[in-house]
């Protein structure tokens, strides 16, 4: 080939000059082993070991400022008064609310926009950048700013006043058209008398089990946020889909819109799970813009179970029931989250 | 050559790393001058930040040169603070001084777990013990030591009001006021749609403050007293009477009264968009901020049946064990106690002094009316600023309160009440 080629014997000894004798005195296991070392061990201790430290605290009786570790007697009585609080259940009422609308919308928002993207419309990259953007923004910042926004006196309230919307419907004699949004309290679609009837202990609950009203401006924010990430997911995984198997399609006589539900959408499933999992184990955790945005609400009606870790934790000091519902929101993302793990290991 | 070089970088990286938390210890500063002091407390409201102020210039003539750090976390009845000191209290890394409300919080949160040293030697070297009412400076005695000194006794329950539109509306508020003259009053301005009650309460402890108030009012300061140590339980008659007549109350609010803080909810009534609000008197911080006039813009009353009671919600500061800088410390706790200190601080924040000998001229008709009060009227704790239950019981009170202004539910609230206080150790 090149004029730089080795003749035969040249080429031996540059194999024996250019590879160096492994002089290691350890085999490679046991380098791999020790240079994952430090990761294992700072992984257990403040993972693992803080983990089984929470789970000790949730069954002690450790309940103000001065530590107490002695066990609770049953050790289950922190969890079983934790799920007897209506704070706890109105938490895991608005948790399910808030996970499906945000989930529901944030994914076909999401996968709307990618699908806008990839019809090539003019300046694309810069609407690209622009779904993106809110991505980048902190929690808090949105929880703030959409606070503003939801202002029943000051904020987007103002625009039907503005639009004319408020003067047209007084002109009619009705109600001006003012939600509390944040600030309202009700609950619709309330299911208590339904479950009571299947389920006789229902009837005293005091949480009223339904959709809070308050919940849908914070879920609105949430999907504002992330719609942007879940469109770049999906805009990732079209273009995984050769264009090949679209040219087939419209050569079989296929329509847009047909090659987009029958084939482009379930060729997307890998992805529409992945998605799924990482909004599912944000919203079971969300903290940040729950707080900022709306605190926990009247009547409960926007807590969060980790805003009920934080102010039964710091506020009341009661450690034991701050650390039981911890233990609850690990095992729930756990749920989620080791079904996933095993089923994409396995597939590698 | 490389290895020369890379051990004289390591040699220096090394000697960089030793060296560098001996230059975290600065000289210790005899006596007080220069040195650092950083104050945690939560007042960040226009009243409140102005009041720290200046207690902060009079430290500074103490000692010029000493750097004030001024740590504050916003946050009405300091909830958020509270959180955030515990977090450096357990970690070690305590602020030189805090701001504590005596009772409960002090000897409980603080004294028990032996957070703060005992500042006795200076009640009797600045000669406090004569000039400090026995009754509160025994909220902060504990064997014997005293653990903290005020600077202001609060007022908790006071109704505020705007004047020019009640004169507007032709509605007078004489010099008490009771429950059936306020519904009175507050169906007047509901018919002429005003709305008659400002609450602010995206932070509970304002609506627990209203409830708080007008269970003193219904039951009166004894029965209020017995409910602490256990004599009085939460689902007494009297009391189940006081939830359903602050149920009628909350009637009475503002719509969006779960979007403002506290203080927002009082410029509501500046502004002359509602007109009662029910406060401790650090509201009056606010009216001062905002240039209004005593009796001429706004006016106030004691809440409504509380008459003859006095609601103590003092603020003191106390000396950290290890505290980073305990000289400048003894001296900031000085300036607090201080006659000088108390006539500057007080005249801005609302409250009046703990000291009994200040110069009453130096404060406007409303401390002079609150001191008048409270030397005479019965003394009852607050448990929404965590003086008269613990902690668990104060945030199972806000929760209670945060279901029972959706769900008006007065028999699960006393129920749950009566669980809180079991579980939180007061009562049987």
Request: aromatic letters at 10%.
């Amino acid at each position: 080939m090149s004029s730089s080629a080795l003749t035969g014997s040249q080429a031996q000894r540059a194999a024996t000059v250019l590879v160096p004798r492994r002089r290691s005195w350890l085999p490679e296991r046991t380098q791999s082993f020790l240079l994952l070392l430090p990761s294992f061990v700072a992984i257990a201790i403040f993972v693992y070991v803080f983990i089984a430290m929470t789970l000790y605290v949730s069954i002690s009786n450790w309940r103000t400022l001065k530590m107490d570790l002695s066990l609770g007697q049953p050790p289950y009585a922190t969890y079983l008064s934790m799920f007897a609080q209506p704070r706890f259940q109105a938490d895991l009422r608005n948790t399910l609310v808030f996970t499906i609308l945000f989930m529901g919308l944030a994914v076909l928002i999401g996968l709307a926009l990618a699908i806008l993207l990839d019809r090539n419309l003019r300046g694309r990259a810069v609407f690209r950048n622009i779904f993106l953007f809110p991505y980048a923004l902190s929690f808090v910042v949105t929880g703030v700013a959409w606070r503003w926004i939801f202002n029943p006196e000051t904020g987007i309230n103002l625009f039907f006043n503005i639009l004319g919307i408020n003067p047209l419907l007084s002109q009619f004699g009705l109600e001006p058209l003012k939600p509390g949004w944040t600030t309202d309290p009700t609950v619709w679609l309330q299911v208590n008398k339904v479950l009571a009837a299947v389920w006789p202990p229902a009837a005293g609950l005091r949480v009223q089990l339904g959709i809070p009203a308050a919940i849908i401006p914070v879920a609105i924010a949430a999907v504002w946020q992330l719609s942007g990430f879940v469109m770049a997911m999906y805009t990732g995984g079209m273009a995984t889909i050769s264009d090949e198997v679209r040219q087939a399609a419209r050569i079989d006589g296929a329509t847009e819109g047909e090659i987009y539900r029958h084939i482009i959408i379930p060729m997307l499933k890998p992805v529409t799970i992945s998605i799924v999992v990482l909004l599912l184990h944000t919203s079971l955790k969300i903290f940040d813009l729950v707080f900022t945005m709306a605190g926990p609400g009247p009547g409960f009606a926007t807590d969060v179970p980790a805003i009920f870790v934080f102010e039964q934790t710091f506020r009341a000091t009661r450690y034991n029931l701050g650390s039981a519902a911890a233990i609850f929101m690990l095992v729930l993302s756990g749920l989620v989250i080791v079904p996933y793990l095993r089923h994409s290991l396995k597939e590698g | 050559m490389v290895t020369r070089r890379r051990s004289v970088l390591m040699l220096s990286l090394v000697l960089a790393l030793v060296l560098l938390p001996l230059g975290a210890y600065s000289a210790t500063a005899a006596g007080p001058s220069g040195g650092k002091l950083e104050v945690f407390s939560w007042w960040t409201s226009g009243g409140e930040a102005a009041a720290l102020d200046s207690l902060f210039k009079e430290f500074a003539k103490v000692n010029p040169t000493g750097e004030i750090i001024n740590a504050t976390v916003a946050g009405g009845g300091g909830t958020n603070a509270k959180a955030v000191l515990q977090t450096r209290l357990a970690g070690g890394n305590p602020p030189d001084t805090w701001q504590v409300h005596p009772g409960n919080e002090l000897l409980g949160q603080y004294v028990e777990p032996g957070y703060v040293d005992p500042i006795t030697d200076l009640y009797k070297s600045e000669g406090w013990d004569k000039v400090m009412p026995k009754g509160i400076v025994d909220q902060m005695t504990k064997d014997g030591e005293i653990y903290g000194v005020l600077c202001g006794v609060h007022r908790g329950n006071g109704l505020w009001y705007n004047k020019k539109v009640l004169d507007a509306q032709g509605i007078t508020v004489g010099a008490t006021m009771s429950f059936d003259e306020f519904f009175k009053a507050a169906d007047q301005l509901k018919a002429a749609k005003i709305t008659p009650l400002c609450v602010g309460d995206s932070n509970i402890f304002a609506s627990a403050q209203l409830f708080e108030n007008t269970l003193l009012g219904v039951i009166g300061p004894e029965k209020y007293l017995g409910l602490w140590n256990g004599s009085v339980k939460f689902d007494a008659p009297e009391v189940k009477q006081a939830m359903t007549t602050f149920g009628k109350m909350l009637d009475y609010q503002n719509a969006d009264h779960s979007a403002l803080s506290w203080d927002q909810a009082v410029k509501k009534l500046m502004d002359g968009e509602c007109v009662f609000n029910s406060m401790g008197d650090w509201a009056y911080g606010e009216f001062v901020k905002a240039g209004l006039k005593d009796n001429v813009d706004f006016g106030w009353v004691g809440h409504p049946g509380t008459t003859g009671s006095f609601m103590i919600v003092a603020d003191g500061f106390v000396l950290a064990k290890n505290a980073p800088d305990p000289e400048n410390t003894r001296a900031w706790l000085a300036v607090i106690g201080s006659k000088a200190g108390q006539e500057v601080f007080n005249p801005l924040k609302g409250s009046i002094p703990a000291r009994t000998d200040v110069d009453r001229a130096k404060f406007g008709p409303y401390h002079n009316w609150s001191m008048d009060s409270f030397a005479k009227d019965a003394l009852v704790p607050t448990v929404v600023h965590g003086s008269a239950a613990p902690a668990a019981f104060q945030q199972a009170l806000f929760d209670s309160v945060t279901v029972f202004i959706v769900d008006r539910n007065v028999d699960a609230f006393a129920t749950a009440l009566v669980k809180a206080a079991q579980e939180s150790g007061f009562a049987e």
